[in-house]
């Protein structure tokens, strides 16, 4: 492995170079990142999935830059126009940007007016030009170089000027230099087209916006971009050209005394304006998009990975509505489990209206089957919905209460060939009900179905590449669903289809064994199967669960490998596999210490401290520690609150400026990040996440917009 690659990636990640050079060797032997973060704690010293994610990223960009560098300095020596200085300065180059800089003088150029001017002879002109002669006269200079293709004074000199241009332009340490002015002093500027059209107003702050380059947040940048492709808005970066062009001359300009010394001048603003200016504008604005990218996806991830963590509502009996007006609202009830005992579609809503009959069939689905908790889609005709069954569920005979659920991708879903074979006797929007319905149940076992980005819990996810997204969002899944764990029994295609180590392949050949056995009854018997390969099975097993079979170890997160130091442990406490999860287990477990047990086992400490939590609590789920949904028995209205008004609510977005929180009303009130806390932050993120349940303050009522602005902080009285 590549020495200054690893010492590259220890001292940007902070972590030793052991533990990189470990990573990476098991990266490269074929082990999934989740597999490598759960069962080789060992060998990495416990480094988690984000870390060792992070290592594979850098090490791609290290590896790209290494054979960008190579293939530069193939390309400059076919040339024969390698030196050995200039070979040195490349590899020691540490960003791309840095590489192709140093490349642009040899690049094939397509025709320019350099090129032209070369082609006509005037190159040695150029080269006298710059050599800042102080002796003699322009005229005398350039005559030799008047004939054929140059038929004056003018044109040779402007031929000259275009070659200077283009040397100055293809300086690496001049633009290197630029490029960090601009940076630091620049200012994005964007201004309404007059011919624009933004109806909606949608991008009104941008209409006359400065904002210094080297402190724009990113989320202004995608929408500016955005506003921009849209041909609302022109944006440019605005500087001070007449500085930056004195600082090239000081820097090129060696003779001032020179005859030719207005001619290099003329180049410089020529080089400037043409060719520097435009090029490191399109950079940095290139630059400013990938950094506000990275940002939109991360934060979509963060709150994407939040809302997949979502605890399941368990043991309930749910009623999914999906609201309509002229189709009606679509009604499934569902068992405990997700199954459809019925279906169903009411009216209370126009054009037809018909409360009685919605109120009656409601309350029969209720005491038919003994609904515990309605599920409401947030979509169109969500309010009226909600008002019709907060109304209701009073006339009910039992106990009930109501959720408003994101429908976000519900419909996507709904229409895929996989709800089509799923429930292929069902319209599009009864199969949306009994999405929104399972959701409440069990979301990640539903939200897997949906492709992530649909999910709706970010911003302007719709303005990034798309590629990166779905990489930065397939990560996410899988790491929550092999953090979850699966059921081998009982999981769905969508779901086993993020396990760890499992390919298409794997998982259709687990799937028909499932069908022909009925149920798995040991991790064992996975390994017989066609189609899943000994590294697969290695990869996966640990993420795949049996419950109630004939292995208690099966139904934990510990991994085969480790089942003999297990049994060693249960055997030199006096238990067996039968006392797993009991509370006299728990309590002699809780007293042991892991470093102490692990040499006397034979093992590491990692490797014995989970397998100690894992006895304890063989089936633990992370997201039962998760905040638990906020359900709701009544409805609220805009016109119910005022400012000072103390409410709870769930988070339900995060963005770069805040957050937005259901408290009960139709749209979702925005805490602004400068009312998330009183110390500073960078980012929303750092002090809440999607799925949080936070106790809000109400300090602004639009009551023509219909907003809500809320407060996280406590309000003076």
Not at 329 to 353: F, M, Q, S
Not at 526 to 534: D, E, I, P
Not at 612 to 630: V, W, Y
Request: glycine residues 6%; charged residues 30%.
């Amino acid at each position: 492995m590549n020495k200054r690659i690893i010492d590259e990636i220890s001292r940007d990640l902070n972590i030793s170079n052991k533990s990189v050079q470990v990573v990476l060797k098991l990266l490269e032997d074929g082990n999934t990142i989740p597999f490598i973060a759960r069962y080789r704690k060992e060998a990495t010293g416990g480094l988690d999935e984000k870390i060792i994610q992070k290592i594979e990223e850098v090490f791609r960009y290290q590896m790209n830059l290494e054979k960008r560098k190579e293939d530069v300095i193939r390309l400059i020596d076919e040339k024969k126009l390698l030196t050995d200085d200039l070979k040195e300065r490349l590899l020691a180059c540490q960003k791309l940007v840095e590489v192709e800089d140093l490349y642009r003088p040899y690049k094939e150029k397509k025709k320019t007016k350099a090129s032209e001017a070369i082609a006509r002879g005037l190159e040695p002109l150029a080269k006298k030009i710059m050599a800042q002669p102080e002796t003699g006269t322009l005229e005398a200079l350039a005559a030799p170089y008047i004939q054929n293709q140059v038929k004056d004074l003018q044109e040779a000199v402007e031929g000259a000027k275009y070659i200077i241009a283009e040397w100055i332009s293809d300086n690496a340490s001049y633009r290197k230099a630029l490029r960090g002015k601009i940076y630091k002093e620049g200012i994005m500027v964007t201004k309404k087209k007059s011919h624009g059209i933004d109806e909606e107003k949608t991008y009104e702050m941008y209409y006359d916006y400065q904002e210094p380059i080297r402190t724009i947040k990113p989320h202004r940048v995608l929408a500016i971009n955005r506003g921009e492709k849209e041909g609302i808005l022109s944006v440019s970066i605005a500087v001070d050209h007449e500085t930056r062009m004195k600082e090239l001359q000081e820097k090129i300009i060696k003779r001032p005394s020179s005859f030719v010394k207005e001619v290099i001048v003329d180049a410089i603003e020529d080089s400037y304006k043409r060719l520097i200016f435009p090029s490191i504008e399109r950079e940095i604005r290139s630059d400013l998009k990938e950094r506000a990218t990275d940002v939109a996806i991360d934060n979509f991830s963060r709150n994407v990975e939040k809302l997949l963590l979502t605890p399941p509502i368990k043991g309930k009996v749910v009623m999914g509505l999906d609201p309509g007006f002229r189709t009606g609202c679509k009604l499934a009830v569902l068992d405990p489990t997700g199954n459809v005992l019925d279906i169903a579609v009411i009216y209370p809503t126009e054009p037809r209206r018909d409360l009685p009959g919605s109120e009656k069939k409601v309350l029969e689905l209720i005491d038919q089957y003994q609904v515990d908790i309605i599920a409401i889609g947030n979509g169109t005709a969500s309010r009226e919905s909600e008002q019709f069954i907060a109304s209701t569920i009073k006339k009910a005979h039992r106990s009930i209460e109501y959720i408003i659920v994101s429908e976000a991708g519900a419909s996507v879903y709904s229409a895929s060939p996989l709800a089509q074979q799923e429930f292929p006797d069902l319209t599009v929007e009864k199969r949306s009900a009994i999405s929104i319905g399972r959701r409440l149940q069990d979301a990640l076992s539903e939200l897997v179905k949906i492709d992530p980005k649909s999910i709706g819990v970010g911003l302007y996810q719709h303005d990034v590449p798309l590629k990166q997204l779905d990489e930065s969002l397939d990560y996410v899944v899988t790491n929550v669903v092999n953090q979850v764990g699966v059921n081998l029994n009982t999981a769905s295609p969508s779901l086993l289809s993020y396990v760890s180590g499992l390919t298409k392949k794997a998982t259709e050949a687990i799937l028909e064994a499932r069908r022909r056995l009925g149920k798995f009854t040991s991790r064992e018997e996975l390994k017989a199967l066609k189609g899943l390969s000994s590294k697969q099975y290695e990869q996966s097993i640990g993420f795949l669960r049996i419950v109630g079979g004939t292995n208690a170890f099966d139904q934990t997160d510990i991994h085969p490998e480790s089942y003999p130091v297990a049994m060693r442990l249960l055997e030199t406490l006096h238990f067996s596999q039968t006392d797993i999860g009991t509370e006299k287990l728990k309590e002699a477990l809780s007293k042991l210490d892991p470093k102490t047990y692990s040499d006397l086992l034979n093992t590491d400490h990692y490797t014995l401290e989970d397998i100690i939590t894992s006895l304890m609590k063989p089936g633990r789920d992370p997201r039962d520690e998760m905040p638990r949904p906020l359900l709701r028995s009544d409805v609220l209205s805009l016109s119910d609150l005022k400012v000072g008004d103390q409410l709870q609510g769930t988070v339900r977005n995060v963005v770069d400026f805040g957050c937005f929180i259901d408290v009960g009303l139709h749209d979702d009130g925005l805490a602004h990040i400068s009312k998330l806390s009183e110390h500073y932050i960078k980012h929303p993120l750092d002090v809440v996440s999607v799925g949080d349940i936070v106790d809000c303050y109400v300090i602004g009522i639009d009551p023509v917009t219909h907003k809500l602005s809320l407060s996280l902080l406590p309000q003076e009285r």
